[in-house]
């Protein structure tokens, strides 16, 4: 099955500064990509996906891209913000069998803004 | 709640006893999927469901169990099979090419 890999497990930046989260796969099979933000308590978000077909996407300060001869795909927040802070996970979905698709997620990576 | 509920919000089990956690979406999503969470252990695939009546074993099913009888609901009970239960589910539902949409979550405690 698939195995997603996600670094760092935590990490602190400065307000203002970018963040850089990585994740790897191991389904070269697999064909989309969403990152969630989890905030203390609370549901995971969606905040923004990439399916196979495409290098890059943005949206507004985040954006991901994927490289698929390497199987890996980041997460870039720019200009961060302390409401930034969160856990953030990535996950990869791959074919799992009887017609059916399913997300294998990373263990996530615990992001402090610190003002 | 985004259109899919979780309830109740904290769940309380005393040791031996079976508990079941609900799970409704009126997003008419075909998938339905349970998911443990525990500190440091991201997100733990219990079962999942593709269609109405069919439901398959996710990484760490035992101990759990599922039905799919409505296509809106997709309870899970925690059995006294399930030695360490205390942990924070979420349930999720999608349609077939396209992210999960989670509900906000059931903390479950063993007292």
């Known amino acids: 099955g698939e195995n997603v890999e996600q670094h760092p497990s935590t990490l602190s930046v400065q307000e203002g500064d970018s963040a850089v989260i990585k994740c790897t796969y191991s389904d070269s099979a697999s064909n989309y990509f969403p990152w969630y933000k989890q905030e203390l308590g609370k549901r995971p978000q969606l905040i923004i996906d990439i399916r196979s077909n495409v290098g890059e996407k943005k949206d507004q300060r985040i954006a991901v891209t994927l490289n698929k001869t390497a199987k890996h795909f980041s997460l870039h927040i720019t200009e961060t913000q302390p409401e930034d802070s969160a856990v953030y996970f990535c996950a990869a979905r791959a074919y799992s069998g009887a017609g059916s698709y399913q997300l294998t997620f990373g263990k996530g990576t615990k992001l402090s803004v610190i003002p | 709640d985004g259109g899919i509920t979780q309830s109740p919000k904290y769940l309380f089990r005393k040791e031996g006893q079976n508990v079941t956690l609900s799970c409704e979406q009126n997003l008419n999503h075909d998938a339905m999927y349970w998911y443990r969470q525990d500190p440091g252990q991201g997100l733990r695939l219990i079962y999942y469901s593709q269609i109405v009546n069919d439901f398959q074993k996710g990484d760490i099913a035992e101990g759990y169990s599922v039905s799919r009888e409505k296509k809106e609901s997709f309870p899970l009970t925690v059995t006294s099979a399930q030695k360490n239960p205390t942990a924070f589910y979420l349930c999720?539902?999608?349609?077939?090419?396209?992210?999960?949409?989670f509900g906000s979550g059931t903390r479950l405690t063993v007292v």
């Open positions: 999720a539902s999608s349609r077939q090419h396209s992210g999960y949409t």
